[in-house]
């Protein structure tokens, strides 16, 4: 608006024989002024952009530190046998409370529907798992019973299928947290805070 005013004060169109030089040097202040303000906005935006950028990053780091290395290694590698350690599960289980209590989504729209889908999936598995696993009081858990009698075969045979399905559950969560990391990667490539990689 003070470029206008200026134009129309320095009498458009311009007549160079009667230019007067107040009008120019306000001309040209109301010229910088206003490209001082373009800039400042557009450098705000940038700023902006680059704050939700790096909100997300820091949120991503946070859920590498729960679904850590091992807890990753396990969803990849393991299967689910008669007897396995009692803290296997502990990423995916602290993922839940962290989850229950996530009041910030993500700012990125196609990584917030990964994590849902991830943390919904985990709950599954963990709701199918304790239905059928308890802690023996030795560090392990199993789907035995506390006097390891037998079971008939038809019992057997349906524990059995039970933890086939736990198993093919957490291939798929391998896969699916996989996937939300390679997404995040990839979205969130220009923050200028960084992925944090894997310990080792």
Same mark, same amino acid.
């Given at each position: 608006?003070?470029?206008?005013?200026s134009?129309?004060?320095?009498?458009?169109?311009?007549?160079?024989?009667d230019f007067?030089?107040?009008?120019?040097?306000?001309?040209?202040?109301?010229f910088?002024?206003?490209?001082?303000?373009e800039l400042?906005?557009?450098?705000?935006?940038n700023?902006?952009?680059?704050?939700?950028?790096?909100?997300?990053?820091?949120?991503?780091?946070?859920?590498?530190?729960?679904?850590?290395?091992?807890?990753?290694?396990?969803?990849?590698e @393991?299967?689910?046998?008669?007897?396995?350690?009692?803290?296997?599960?502990?990423?995916?289980?602290?993922?839940?409370?962290?989850y229950?209590?996530?009041?910030?989504?993500? @700012?990125?729209?196609?990584?917030?529907a990964?994590?849902?889908?991830?943390?919904?999936?985990?709950?599954?598995?963990? @709701?199918?798992?304790? @239905?059928?696993?308890?802690?023996?009081g030795?560090?392990?858990?199993?789907?035995?019973?506390?006097?390891?009698?037998?079971?008939p075969?038809?019992?057997?045979?349906?524990v059995?299928?039970?933890?086939s399905?736990?198993?093919?559950?957490?291939?798929?969560?391998?896969k699916?947290?996989?996937?939300?990391?390679?997404?995040?990667?990839?979205?969130?490539?220009?923050?200028?805070?960084?992925?944090?990689p894997?310990?080792?």
């Amino acid at each position: 608006m003070t470029v206008m005013g200026s134009l129309i004060w320095v009498q458009w169109p311009i007549n160079l024989r009667d230019f007067n030089f107040a009008p120019g040097i306000l001309l040209l202040a109301s010229f910088v002024s206003w490209v001082s303000m373009e800039l400042a906005d557009l450098g705000s935006e940038n700023i902006g952009k680059d704050n939700t950028l790096n909100d997300d990053v820091k949120k991503v780091n946070a859920l590498l530190k729960i679904i850590d290395r091992r807890q990753s290694y396990i969803l990849r590698e @393991h299967a689910i046998e008669t007897y396995i350690n009692d803290t296997d599960y502990d990423g995916l289980r602290d993922l839940q409370y962290y989850y229950s209590d996530d009041i910030f989504p993500f @700012h990125n729209a196609k990584i917030q529907a990964a994590y849902e889908k991830f943390c919904k999936d985990a709950d599954s598995f963990l @709701h199918n798992f304790y @239905h059928l696993y308890t802690s023996d009081g030795r560090g392990r858990m199993t789907w035995r019973t506390a006097d390891e009698r037998w079971l008939p075969d038809e019992q057997y045979n349906r524990v059995m299928e039970e933890i086939s399905q736990l198993n093919r559950q957490t291939s798929a969560l391998s896969k699916s947290w996989e996937t939300f990391v390679a997404l995040a990667r990839q979205e969130l490539k220009d923050a200028s805070v960084r992925i944090d990689p894997y310990e080792q």
